[in-house]
């Protein structure tokens, strides 16, 4: 009876992520090469859809979501065959679930606060102030989780003042953006790669160092993957090959330390 | 006696799959959690605020959807005019839109920076990411459910009898609002029905239009995307509720309409 309902949750969850995720991928050369399923952090969705076009070993399939929600439908018995996560909690913790081989550090960020190219907002301050309006990531996804921690860095009644600004919690990260692009408030905060995404609409505004979280992407090999060589392939990718580049040029980091 | 032969037992089969396929889901959002899950979970002030909140939102779309979709239905119903079939084309487009369609076209279109954007701030109107946003977003989605009904039960009515009302020197308000509404009744509630019944579970364009917050926009679907991440158990409970509510929408709909209410009214 219990297997039934699991597997009842994975046949819905796994329709769930085919409805949900954005595919990058082409789907001509699906014959000759094996696909390759990843689930990725939405932060990563512009650096990750220009480098795996040109993955070698396998048609590369993109599904883009919170890295929350990714892991949620893992937990769900849903099988990628790579986790890219925004932080390195998610990963380890499927780790330590034995859903997930070893994990690997492949990039950081940073934290800034995104406004309309001509927006007069020019620091984190301004935001403390009634008035204007802010979109935070909602707590379970690795922005709002950031974003709780500059905010608490800030203290407790500059942060609770912020708070009182907000009027969105989204999803994932680029509903964040969204949001913005579309006028509907007046600041976020969001990645610095996610500004950079979106070719001059927004600005970044720069958090002082002592506000600044680590922001630092985890990847791991989805135990039972079903292409498990060419799994690891894509994480080396990451960490030192054509994708590694197109995360430096997403204005993404190096892995800290 | 049912006949023996393959077509029969194909039927047979199909509808056994049919039956399972769509039943199994729903049962599984029962058999996964307990009550007692159930219970905790919505005890939960965010849960609670969430089921406020789509009360409060489908209540108010569904009064603005009935108070203008009825006399626009009547007209539609009663005249037959050039274009009116590409009037009720348009208006039926909203059932086919994806959510998330919608929800970029009401950005575009009422969103800050949409078509007529400058215009509602000015008037002091704020729709993007607050309550009114919401009700916007479900009004839209779900009145071409209403629309759609109402007509066909104003349609089904015997024309005859109408222009009798109207000869023996009724108004034509007065034979909308004493003939035609009571006996068109039955069809117009299966169509408030329907209409609450998209409004409840609108989660895409709410999401892109009026984002997501407590007490504010963040109406039960969209609390369910919330903690299905985080709180699976929460997130089911909150589908149990959604769920119960939506069989006893299908249910009232039945007892009024009969067996068949849901089919549009014989014409």
């Known amino acids: 009876m219990m297997s039934r309902g699991v597997s009842v949750g994975v046949l819905l969850t796994a329709a769930l992520a085919a409805g949900c995720g954005a595919n990058g991928g082409s789907s001509g050369e699906a014959a000759a090469k094996p696909a390759l399923v990843v689930s990725a952090a939405a932060s990563l969705t512009e650096a990750l859809t220009s480098c795996s076009s040109q993955f070698d070993q396998a048609t590369v399939r993109l599904s883009f979501a919170g890295s929350d929600e990714l892991a949620a439908q893992i937990r769900q018995g849903v099988e990628p065959d790579v986790y890219a996560a925004a932080n390195t909690k998610l990963p380890e913790a499927l780790n330590q679930e034995r859903l997930v081989l070893e994990p690997r550090v492949f990039a950081s960020n940073d934290l800034v606060v995104a406004v309309p190219a001509d927006s007069e907002i020019r620091s984190v301050d301004q935001l403390t102030r009634p008035g204007p309006t802010v979109v935070l990531g909602s707590e379970s996804v690795p922005i709002g989780s950031y974003t709780r921690e500059v905010l608490a860095r800030l203290g407790d009644r500059q942060g609770a003042a912020v708070l009182a600004n907000v009027r969105s919690n989204e999803p994932d990260v680029k509903g964040v953006v969204g949001k913005l692009t579309q006028g509907a408030a007046d600041a976020g905060f969001v990645y610095a790669s996610d500004v950079d995404a979106t070719g001059g609409r927004l600005r970044a505004v720069r958090l002082p160092e002592r506000l600044q979280p680590t922001v630092a992407y985890g990847v791991a090999v989805v135990d039972g993957a079903p292409q498990p060589d060419a799994a690891r392939a894509y994480v080396e990718d990451l960490i030192s090959g054509r994708c590694a580049r197109a995360l430096e040029q997403a204005e993404f980091g190096p892995p800290p330390g | ?267």
């Open chain 2, 1 to 267: 006696m049912i006949r023996r032969g393959w077509f029969p037992a194909l039927i047979t089969v199909a509808l056994a799959g049919a039956l399972l396929f769509l039943t199994l889901p729903v049962a599984a959002v029962f058999l996964e959690t307990s009550p007692a899950a159930l219970a905790d979970s919505l005890s939960d002030p965010v849960a609670q605020e969430a089921l406020w909140l789509s009360l409060k939102t489908t209540t108010i779309a569904l009064a603005i959807i009935v108070l203008a979709g009825t006399p626009a239905a009547y007209l539609l119903a009663t005249r037959r005019f050039r274009g009116r079939s590409a009037i009720v084309t348009l208006i039926e487009l909203p059932l086919v839109l994806p959510p998330a369609v919608a929800g970029i076209a009401l950005l575009a279109a009422v969103g800050p920076a949409g078509l007529l954007g400058q215009s509602i701030e000015d008037a002091g109107v704020e729709l993007a990411l607050a309550t009114a946003g919401v009700v916007v977003a479900l009004t839209f989605v779900a009145s071409p459910f209403y629309i759609r009904q109402a007509e066909a039960a104003f349609g089904a009515l015997d024309q005859a009898w109408l222009d009798a009302s109207r000869t023996s020197g009724a108004s034509e308000a007065r034979t909308f609002l004493r003939i035609a509404v009571p006996a068109a009744t039955p069809g117009l509630l299966a169509g408030g029905a329907l209409a609450l019944g998209r409004a409840l579970g609108e989660f895409g364009a709410t999401l892109i239009f009026a984002g997501s917050f407590q007490g504010i926009t963040q109406t039960v679907p969209l609390a369910i995307y919330d903690r299905f991440a985080t709180d699976f158990d929460g997130a089911l409970a909150l589908s149990a509720v959604l769920v119960v509510v939506s069989a006893a929408i299908l249910l009232a709909v039945k007892l009024v309409r009969g067996p068949d209410g849901l089919g549009v009214a014989a014409r």
